[in-house]
């Protein structure tokens, strides 16, 4: 039940950043999703706002979800990390480990037909791989041993970074669209 679960979120101490964080944040949207997107963790607007993707990063999202006919609620946005890392640093490998147990809970419960993996950290997480999110975007995965659809593209944050990477993330979120209309 969803109930229990976001209130082991709220009052989640189980590593370190529990100590750093203004709030835990736990994931937005609709729970009967198709779409569900799994970002790195909250930076500094998603700890104050409790919300994932509501900074810069987020707005790009947002259009790239209108760019394929989807509302931002109609999505579910999540992040492997609950809490924001200090300085927005790298997720250490130990806060992984304590926060994925929150993540499959929120992916048993949504069900969702296609997971798309934001940028390398949730990427490599996912799919339990050291290979370069350069290499893992633009093909279908599958979410472990679950059947879900799972396609990896760059982040949103790496994209204003880098504009001229935009056509390819593009690219995966047509073949997003495709593969999950081959799925119905
Ligand atoms: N970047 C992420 O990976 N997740 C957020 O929620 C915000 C920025």
């Known amino acids: 039940d969803w109930t229990p679960l976001q209130t082991a979120v709220e ?51 947002n259009a790239m979800l209108r760019a394929i006919g989807l509302q931002r609620e109609q999505v579910y946005i999540a ?7 200090p300085n927005n640093r790298d997720p250490k490998p130990d806060e992984v480990v304590c926060c994925e147990p929150y993540l499959m809970r929120q992916i048993e419960l949504i069900r969702p037909g296609l997971i798309l993996a934001l940028g390398r950290t949730a990427a490599q997480n996912l799919l339990r791989t050291e290979t370069a999110i350069g290499r893992l975007r633009g093909r279908v995965h599958q979410f472990r041993d679950t059947g879900i659809p799972l396609i990896a593209t760059y982040h949103p944050a790496y994209l204003l970074r880098s504009p001229g990477e935009k056509r390819k993330a593009w690219q995966d979120l ?7 209309r081959e799925r119905v």
Do not use: M, Y
């Open 79 to 85: 992040n492997i990390l609950k809490c924001r890392p």
């Open 174 to 180: 047509q073949l997003a669209v495709e593969t999950l």
């Open 11 to 61: 009052t989640c101490t189980l590593c370190d950043l529990h100590s750093s964080r203004t709030q835990s944040v736990f994931g937005v949207g609709n729970r009967n999703a198709d779409w569900l997107l799994i970002g790195e963790a909250p930076g500094r607007d998603e700890d104050q706002q409790g919300e994932p993707f509501v900074g810069r990063a987020g707005q790009l999202l």
